[in-house]
């Protein structure tokens, strides 16, 4: 069977990478999110440090949230360029390993964050999910599962979300909350993760992508 990708963007709290970890051992397909910034220092041979200081938030250089267009062409700078350590050519670097994975590897995996949706989505052989929940849902799992105190979770998930938002707004020019970037958005404070796993799995079988 043809293979397939699940992307899952995911609120701080949400449970999404949790949802990943499910599906991964249900489907018995792995997943991948810091392993991509990892993949991708490896493959551009820029320090994997570089990656990680700008996963899923832009934090050098000055950026304009205002455009409609986001700023994605799939461009790579070279060493010696003055864009070769920027926010755009990391993430670019992200996205040949996003594609390599899909197109090239043709291997069946999940993709946690990265705008990976935006930059495979296209691909019939790709399903979209986005995880989210109240804020107090996820404040409460932050809590218990990082061992932190409530005001440090809310504002851990405030700061964390907003760079989201941000980073999607502009690689993409989009909304990152928008439900027209999905096939399906999930809940997790009223569905639960499992019965969130479950959903997806009966997408896939719903989209033919496995029996």
Request: net charge neutral; charged share 25%; glycine share 6%.
């Amino acid at each position: 069977m043809k293979n397939y990708i699940i992307t899952i963007s995911r609120g701080l709290g949400s449970g999404g990478s949790h949802i990943a970890r499910i599906l991964s051992e249900e489907l018995g397909i792995p997943y991948y999110d810091e392993e991509i910034l990892q993949m991708a220092s490896d493959y551009s041979g820029i320090n994997e440090s570089f990656f990680f200081e700008a996963n899923e938030k832009i934090k050098r250089g000055t950026i304009n949230l205002n455009t409609t267009k986001g700023v994605y062409n799939s461009n790579l700078y070279k060493i010696g360029d003055q864009m070769y350590l920027s926010n755009e050519n990391l993430f670019n670097f992200q996205a040949v390993i996003i594609k390599n994975l899909a197109i090239e590897d043709k291997v069946s995996c999940i993709i946690v964050g990265k705008a990976a949706n935006h930059i495979i989505g296209s691909l019939k052989n790709v399903v979209k999910i986005n995880i989210q929940a109240p804020l107090e849902y996820c404040v409460k799992n932050i809590v218990e599962r990082r061992l932190i105190d409530p005001k440090t979770a809310r504002e851990l998930i405030i700061k964390t979300d907003k760079y989201r938002t941000n980073y999607y707004k502009y690689y993409t020019g989009k909304d990152w909350l928008d439900p027209r970037e999905y096939d399906m958005s999930l809940n997790t404070a009223f569905l639960g993760e499992e019965y969130s796993a479950k959903l997806i799995i009966d997408l896939l079988k719903k989209r033919g992508l496995i029996e």
